[in-house]
């Protein structure tokens, strides 16, 4: 359409079979009266790749160099700009910005996240790390339209919470850098652990402070926060066991689609049952049930249907462990192994 704003980044998707990175052109089409479009080159080709076709899951916010999208059940990389116009247009409305919140503010970790996603800014990266008095700290990456280190002084002035607005935020990309890339983490995978995901239509939609913040007023333990970008494969690993349970058949597909289309973000909690009463957290997975029985759980608040439904939680007790080392031990050092 004409009325269209276009934007084209430089993505890759490495085939596997090949051993190697196809590079595209990818251009969003961008219009406040229809839904958003794209369409992909091949660079090498010098041809189409795919046509110009509706897509519900491209966000422009979520496109900065490193970001991974889920396109037509592949998913690929986000290596640049494609154009001078775009790359104008993003770095004079964006920026990308790293800081860490220390330990002290353990308890706040949901809520400032939650007042910097309302002030417009999208989560990129998450972790948690030990600092030099072994507690817990939490790197924070985001996109948002505000330049330099006065983001956080912005985004916390709108709170009521003295203890936030008196934070010591350090900014450091060296430093949190060092942090995304190691294959740390301060999970705990023991018998009180279990697993909470944050599903990427959660994520998109802003919701990940609140939920991290219901979780923590709850009284439960974080032991550990990471975002994560897993594969086809690697969801239908982990959701190997609800294949031929759930019913219709196709909700397994829908629900693998759902986890694979995007960021997600792996939470570690602990307390004691931990399985069963973050389970009652959660509330029913399907969210009408939910809405109507358990209206203050988080699939009630913060989901839509079955696949969509903001979180996945361990079911059964003896898997809490298990699901969280997936997470924080097997894909961790597998993605070390794979670079190396």
Not at 88 to 96: A, I, P, T
Not at 174 to 184: K, L, R, V, W, Y
Not at 228 to 246: A, C, D, H, I, P
Not at 321 to 333: A, C, G, K
């Amino acid at each position: 359409m004409a009325d269209s704003d276009e934007f084209k980044f430089n993505i890759t998707w490495y085939d596997e079979l090949a051993c190697q990175a196809r590079e595209y052109m990818l251009t969003v089409f961008e219009s406040p009266r229809v839904p958003t479009e794209i369409c992909i080159r091949d660079v090498k080709k010098k041809q189409t790749f795919l046509k110009r076709t509706i897509s519900k899951d491209i966000q422009l916010e979520q496109m900065f160099k490193g970001a991974k999208v889920l396109i037509h059940a592949r998913i690929y990389e986000v290596v640049g700009y494609g154009d001078s116009a775009t790359r104008s247009f993003f770095e004079s409305h964006r920026s990308l910005i790293t800081c860490i919140l220390p330990s002290r503010l353990y308890a706040d970790f949901g809520a400032a996240i939650q007042l910097a996603q309302r002030s417009g800014f999208t989560v990129t990266k998450l972790k948690t790390f030990f600092d030099r008095h072994d507690d817990i700290s939490l790197a924070v990456e985001l996109m948002g339209p505000v330049q330099g280190d006065d983001l956080w002084s912005l985004v916390f002035s709108g709170s009521s919470n003295p203890n936030m607005k008196l934070a010591d935020v350090r900014y450091s990309n060296e430093e949190t850098d060092s942090i995304f890339n190691e294959p740390s983490t301060t999970a705990r995978l023991d018998e009180y652990s279990s697993l909470l995901l944050i599903k990427p239509h959660a994520m998109k939609e802003g919701n990940t402070g609140a939920i991290l913040s219901s979780v923590i007023d709850a009284n439960f333990e974080i032991s550990a926060i990471q975002t994560f970008q897993l594969s086809r494969v690697e969801v239908e690993n982990f959701t190997e066991v609800y294949n031929g349970v759930l019913e219709p058949p196709s909700l397994y597909s829908s629900l693998t689609s759902e986890l694979s289309s995007g960021q997600l973000v792996a939470v570690e909690v602990r307390a004691e049952n931990c399985v069963e009463e973050l389970r009652k957290l959660a509330g029913y997975y399907d969210v009408e049930v939910a809405q109507q029985l358990e209206p203050k759980s988080l699939r009630a608040r913060f989901g839509h249907d079955k696949v969509k439904n903001a979180v996945h939680v361990t079911d059964l007790p003896e898997d809490g462990v298990l699901e969280s080392q997936y997470f924080f031990d097997i894909i961790i050092h597998t993605a070390k192994n794979s670079h190396k």
